[in-house]
């Protein structure tokens, strides 16, 4: 039934069948000055080990793309000297190391400045200005792991809330994520709404597809009081199969939106911050807040704390338990969303970009201690920083093996999380 229905809300809105696979990864951007190309200009990718990777140069649109062979952190230099006369690299890093998750096709910004600003082409010969410094790496190490914390913590949240009123731990949850960013894809791209309308609207259909999942799916099977285990593995069952009504109507490769892909970063102290980033961390901010506020000041949130405790002595004392639970499912629902949408911006869409999470959302729930929503958060913040700190040491693709084994060493000697209570057994 939830899959009928995802599929007959993609299919209202167009999206066109296909069977294409990930088209790989890729590092991309689009040079400009003063608004208009810069062509002709030679872009250098290596390797961690200084292999080179590939090159390329930027063409009459200024644009220009290098495939690189998988998932990882990559060296990109710029060669000034093929720069017009009198332009250059205002921010003085002609020289990036951008991490390419899995499927993505990674955005590099070179802001240039100086010259008349035209597409035209030339040597200057200049001299480099010097390469990043190692504290300007730990700067942009820091920001990407705060960053990518929030992201993780709108869902990290919501699925906290469904398991401490619930008990279901849902590995569907990572498909909710998807079906948000998807959902600003189609109205964005497809339709063609401001991208900042089309978020709105699919956090909106991310909450109603959360009520509608529990209404419809999950609260049913509550009623025939079907055990946990098994509702577990249904999960997995709906997360395969949703995964894959994705990867039918969406297709495999990564599309980016048409709003907000290529922007100069801008100068904060030690960080290079692009300025859509900036906007989406204060909207999670501001989600987090409130949505945390809310659960400890509102009679709502007191009910729902209620319910997650003890549901029987909730029900007892005359608090609807699936109004409760229903409304934890919507908020679910509309926070996964939140955070599909911010991480399509972060790296673009595509039809796994949720499931690629779930396992750090899993580690951020389980470290902060399962059903707290306060535990959620600084779960998210621990694997966040943990994740973008452990690539100043370790290869990129082994951030999440070093994010999980932190997890385990900190379980170790506290296994009811971080703010997780104790409980005896037996």
């Given at each position: 039934?939830?899959?009928?229905?995802?599929?007959?809300?993609?299919?209202?809105?167009?999206?066109?069948?296909?069977?294409?696979?990930?088209?790989?990864?890729?590092?991309?951007?689009?040079?400009?000055?003063?608004?208009?190309?810069?062509?002709?200009?030679?872009?250098?990718?290596?390797?961690?080990?200084?292999?080179?990777?590939?090159?390329?140069?930027?063409?009459?649109?200024?644009?220009?793309?290098?495939?690189?062979?998988?998932?990882?952190?990559?060296?990109?230099?710029?060669?000034?000297?093929?720069?017009?006369?009198?332009?250059?690299v205002t921010?003085?890093?002609?020289?990036?190391?951008?991490?390419?998750?899995?499927?993505?096709?990674?955005?590099?910004?070179?802001?240039?400045?100086?010259?008349?600003?035209?597409?035209?082409?030339?040597?200057?010969?200049?001299?480099?200005?010097?390469?990043?410094?190692?504290?300007?790496?730990?700067?942009?190490?820091?920001?990407?792991?705060?960053?990518?914390?929030?992201?993780?913590?709108?869902?990290?949240?919501?699925?906290?809330?469904?398991?401490?009123?619930?008990?279901?731990?849902?590995?569907?949850?990572?498909?909710?994520?998807?079906?948000?960013?998807?959902?600003?894809?189609?109205?964005?791209?497809?339709?063609?709404?401001?991208?900042?309308?089309?978020?709105?609207?699919?956090?909106?259909?991310?909450?109603?597809?959360?009520?509608?999942?529990?209404?419809?799916?999950?609260?049913?099977?509550?009623?025939?009081?079907?055990?946990?285990?098994?509702?577990?593995?249904?999960?997995?069952?709906?997360?395969?199969?949703?995964?894959?009504?994705?990867?039918?109507?969406?297709?495999?490769?990564?599309?980016?939106?048409?709003?907000?892909?290529?922007?100069?970063?801008?100068?904060?102290?030690?960080?290079?911050?692009?300025?859509?980033n900036l906007?989406?961390?204060?909207?999670?901010?501001?989600?987090?807040?409130?949505?945390?506020?809310?659960?400890?000041?509102?009679r709502l949130?007191?009910?729902?704390?209620?319910?997650?405790?003890?549901?029987?002595?909730?029900?007892?004392?005359?608090?609807?338990?699936?109004?409760?639970?229903?409304?934890?499912?919507?908020?679910?629902?509309?926070?996964?969303?939140?955070?599909?949408?911010?991480?399509?911006?972060?790296?673009?869409?595509?039809?796994?970009?949720?499931?690629?999470?779930?396992?750090?959302?899993?580690?951020?729930?389980?470290?902060?201690?399962?059903?707290?929503?306060?535990?959620?958060?600084?779960?998210?913040?621990?694997?966040?920083?943990?994740?973008?700190?452990?690539?100043?040491?370790?290869?990129?693709?082994?951030?999440?093996?070093?994010?999980?084994?932190?997890?385990?060493?900190?379980?170790?000697?506290?296994?009811?999380?971080?703010?997780?209570?104790?409980?005896?057994?037996?």
């Amino acid at each position: 039934m939830l899959t009928a229905f995802l599929a007959c809300v993609m299919l209202s809105f167009g999206f066109g069948a296909t069977s294409a696979w990930a088209a790989g990864e890729t590092l991309q951007g689009t040079l400009t000055n003063n608004g208009a190309p810069v062509a002709d200009v030679k872009i250098k990718a290596f390797s961690q080990d200084g292999a080179s990777v590939g090159e390329a140069t930027s063409d009459a649109q200024g644009k220009w793309s290098i495939p690189v062979p998988g998932p990882g952190t990559y060296k990109v230099d710029l060669d000034q000297s093929t720069l017009p006369s009198g332009v250059t690299v205002t921010n003085g890093r002609p020289s990036l190391t951008p991490a390419v998750a899995e499927g993505q096709q990674r955005n590099v910004l070179f802001p240039l400045g100086g010259g008349a600003g035209g597409a035209t082409t030339g040597n200057s010969n200049q001299p480099a200005p010097s390469a990043p410094s190692e504290w300007n790496r730990v700067a942009d190490l820091f920001y990407a792991g705060i960053h990518f914390s929030l992201i993780i913590a709108l869902a990290a949240l919501g699925i906290s809330l469904i398991f401490g009123t619930t008990g279901l731990t849902n590995f569907a949850h990572g498909e909710l994520v998807t079906f948000g960013a998807l959902m600003a894809f189609l109205f964005n791209v497809t339709i063609g709404l401001p991208l900042v309308l089309s978020g709105l609207i699919a956090v909106a259909i991310g909450a109603a597809t959360g009520w509608f999942q529990d209404r419809a799916f999950w609260g049913w099977l509550r009623k025939r009081r079907t055990n946990l285990v098994t509702t577990m593995i249904i999960s997995i069952g709906v997360s395969l199969a949703v995964r894959y009504i994705f990867l039918y109507f969406f297709g495999g490769d990564s599309r980016a939106y048409s709003e907000y892909n290529a922007q100069p970063g801008v100068e904060i102290g030690p960080f290079t911050i692009a300025p859509k980033n900036l906007v989406t961390d204060a909207i999670a901010i501001v989600v987090l807040v409130a949505v945390s506020m809310a659960l400890v000041m509102t009679r709502l949130g007191k009910a729902t704390r209620a319910v997650a405790d003890n549901p029987a002595l909730a029900a007892a004392s005359g608090i609807n338990v699936d109004r409760i639970i229903r409304l934890v499912w919507t908020l679910g629902g509309g926070l996964a969303a939140l955070s599909g949408v911010i991480l399509a911006v972060y790296q673009n869409v595509s039809y796994q970009m949720g499931f690629q999470i779930l396992l750090l959302i899993f580690a951020a729930v389980t470290l902060g201690g399962f059903g707290t929503a306060w535990g959620a958060l600084l779960g998210s913040l621990v694997i966040g920083l943990f994740i973008q700190f452990s690539t100043y040491w370790i290869p990129s693709e082994l951030k999440t093996v070093s994010a999980l084994a932190a997890l385990i060493v900190i379980l170790l000697f506290r296994p009811q999380g971080i703010l997780g209570r104790r409980q005896r057994i037996g």
